[in-house]
């Protein structure tokens, strides 16, 4: 387990889980017309796998460079969430 943790792929396998869950938000919305907005989902599970991406980084050692570019990719995705939400 400690492995799993060391490597990054935990991060991997959390990732490939967010984008099923994008796919499922994404088909249940188009198939029912309910649901979360696809833009506002697309928007947060971004943000969220960026920060993914960020921890993934710091978790197998990356330079502070490759764990600083997706937490701002996370911070600018936020802002365009934000301004998703704030329009309703």
């Known amino acids: 387990m400690s492995d799993l943790f060391a490597s990054g792929r935990i991060v991997d396998l959390v990732l490939m889980l967010v984008a099923l869950e994008a796919a499922l938000l994404v088909w249940h919305r ?3 017309g309910r649901g979360v907005p696809v833009a506002e989902a697309l928007a947060f599970l971004l943000a969220g796998a960026c920060l993914m991406l960020a921890l ?3 978790l197998v050692g990356a330079s502070w460079e490759w764990v600083a570019a997706p937490m701002a990719g996370a911070g600018a995705v936020h802002l365009l969430d934000l301004r998703l939400r704030w329009r309703r």
């Open 30 to 32: 188009r198939r029912s």
């Open 56 to 58: 993934r980084a710091a």
